[in-house]
């Protein structure tokens, strides 16, 4: 056999780039997916966009545990990576996959049981509750795909084929975004199924999704390129460590997006459907932006876990340094851009031009809170590669606490501004990045790195 590929990293700035910029475009799928959906329904009405954004962050509740898991996942295969043990890192994602379809059946049968009472809990009136419950009931049997395709992404990262992941991303969404227009409004053959035509047209495009990522794993030939004999046997050890290390990140994200949740029916309950309509194309713009924050969030995690497999921890914080650097400057163009041209985003929405006008200082507080998330998610990604994951999800307990407090006394208490709810995020993510920063610096991580 000849020589296997070298897994080692290779942490120059073109390396960093290389790694990262295919990692962007496989996590902008959901991001286009949910940015898809709301520009369509928003043809449909303020009420369908405004539907579409507390049924989206619910979705995203069970879609973030999986990338709780996934985070977990990747952070043990690139150290079995920077280890060279190679077998592992293959019967990492197995056992990974196993847990994932596991947590993915239970999800699904709660929302079938819970989702319409859980809709009126949330203050949604009963026509919209009935709405929104028919929608998740659909899309939320997307998780299976989605948890298969994360895992196998985080495969192909370990492995440092991200080239791989662009064309994954063009593929689904391409896919997602010709069943949105034909199942929302009924071209090319399809029944006009409306707000529920964005659940079937997800769902679809994440099952093509998954068939993409299988084919090119098996196309690598894994066994032969990599010297990587895949191992399908089920162990009790390799479980426990994928779910102790994945468990503090899955109840971590879990909780967080869950905050975010309650900010949106804080949000429907105290604001009106346009100002919840504005806080819908926030998310789409956070969670569009914060695509490349969490793709050097997700490099780090890969770059610093196969580093302290290798024992080059003393590189650690350059490393750092050299990435947030990286991420800040690309989300200042960014952000300069949907400053000066704002209705290049707010536009997409199809509302009124007094839509545009509304949002904008809005915009102008979600657009500085990309930047701070810039630095926060690399240095939490950080404490995640070291595999203290116990300290990541009380750095997180810490942020969610300052974030749900703020947010109650600002919309509930106080009955601020929709500017000043949005600022949140501005507590959120400086509170995740202090604790991660000293713990770094000054905590014990570099005891007990081996698992």
């Given at each position: 056999m000849s020589n296997p590929i070298s897994l080692k990293v290779d942490t120059s700035i073109k390396g960093i780039i290389l790694l990262t910029l295919p990692i962007s475009m496989a996590k902008l799928i959901p991001e286009l997916n949910y940015l898809f959906n709301a520009a369509f329904l928003g043809h449909i009405g303020s009420k369908e966009l405004a539907l579409a954004g507390i049924t989206g962050v619910y979705y995203l509740i069970f879609s973030a545990i999986g990338y709780g898991l996934n985070n977990a996942l990747l952070s043990i295969m690139s150290r079995r990576a920077g280890e060279d043990s190679r077998n592992e890192i293959f019967s990492s994602l197995w056992h990974g996959l196993i847990l994932g379809l596991g947590l993915a059946a239970i999800f699904v049968v709660f929302t079938w049981a819970t989702v319409h009472p859980v809709m009126r809990w949330a203050g949604v009136e009963a026509g919209g509750a009935k709405m929104a419950g028919t929608f998740l009931n659909?899309?939320?049997?997307?998780?299976?795909?989605?948890?298969?395709?994360?895992?196998?992404?985080?495969?192909?990262?370990?492995?440092?084929?991200?080239?791989?992941?662009?064309?994954?991303?063009?593929?689904?969404?391409?896919?997602?975004?010709?069943?949105?227009?034909?199942?929302?409004?009924?071209?090319?053959?399809?029944?006009?199924?409306?707000?529920?035509?964005?659940?079937?047209?997800?769902?679809?495009?994440?099952?093509?999704?998954?068939?993409?990522?299988?084919?090119?794993?098996?196309?690598?030939?894994?066994?032969?390129?990599?010297?990587?004999?895949?191992?399908?046997?089920?162990?009790?050890?390799?479980?426990?460590?994928?779910?102790?290390?994945?468990?503090?990140?899955?109840?971590?994200?879990?909780i967080s997006t869950g905050a975010w949740w309650v900010f949106f029916i804080l949000v429907s309950r105290n604001y009106t459907y346009e100002e919840q309509a504005i806080s819908q194309t926030m998310r789409n713009l956070f969670g569009l932006g914060g695509v490349f924050s969490w793709a050097f969030g997700s490099s780090a995690n890969t770059i610093i876990s196969n580093l302290i497999g290798q024992g080059r921890q003393e590189e650690i914080f350059a490393i750092i340094k050299k990435m947030m650097l990286l991420s800040v400057a690309g989300m200042t163009v960014l952000v300069i851009v949907l400053n000066l041209y704002p209705n290049l985003f707010l536009g997409l929405f199809g509302q009124s031009g007094d839509f545009v006008n509304a949002g904008m200082g809005t915009l102008r507080i979600v657009s500085t809170a990309m930047i701070i998330l810039c630095v926060?998610?690399?240095?939490?990604?950080?404490?995640?590669?070291?595999?203290?994951?116990?300290?990541?999800?009380?750095?997180?307990?810490?942020?969610?606490?300052?974030?749900?407090?703020?947010?109650?006394?600002?919309?509930?208490?106080?009955?601020?501004?929709?500017?000043?709810?949005?600022?949140?995020?501005?507590?959120y993510w400086v509170m995740l990045f202090l604790p991660s920063y000293f713990y770094l610096k000054y905590g014990n991580w570099r005891a007990a790195l081996k698992y």
């Open positions: 659909i899309r939320i049997c997307g998780l299976f795909f989605l948890y298969s395709l994360q895992m196998q992404n985080a495969f192909l990262i370990s492995l440092q084929k991200t080239k791989y992941l662009i064309l994954i991303a063009i593929i689904q969404s391409i896919t997602n975004l010709l069943l949105d227009y034909s199942m929302i409004f009924g071209h090319f053959g399809f029944p006009a199924l409306g707000f529920n035509g964005a659940a079937y047209a997800s769902v679809i495009s994440e099952i093509i999704g998954l068939l993409t990522v299988v084919a090119i794993i098996y196309s690598l030939d894994v066994k032969k390129r990599f010297n990587i004999i895949p191992d399908f046997a089920v162990k009790l050890k390799t479980i426990k460590l994928v779910f102790t290390q994945g468990f503090p990140l899955m109840s971590q994200l879990a926060g998610v690399i240095w939490l990604n950080a404490v995640v590669a070291t595999g203290k994951t116990n300290i990541v999800f009380w750095i997180e307990f810490l942020g969610i606490a300052s974030y749900l407090i703020y947010v109650w006394i600002v919309i509930e208490e106080m009955k601020w501004s929709l500017e000043a709810a949005w600022m949140s995020e501005w507590i």
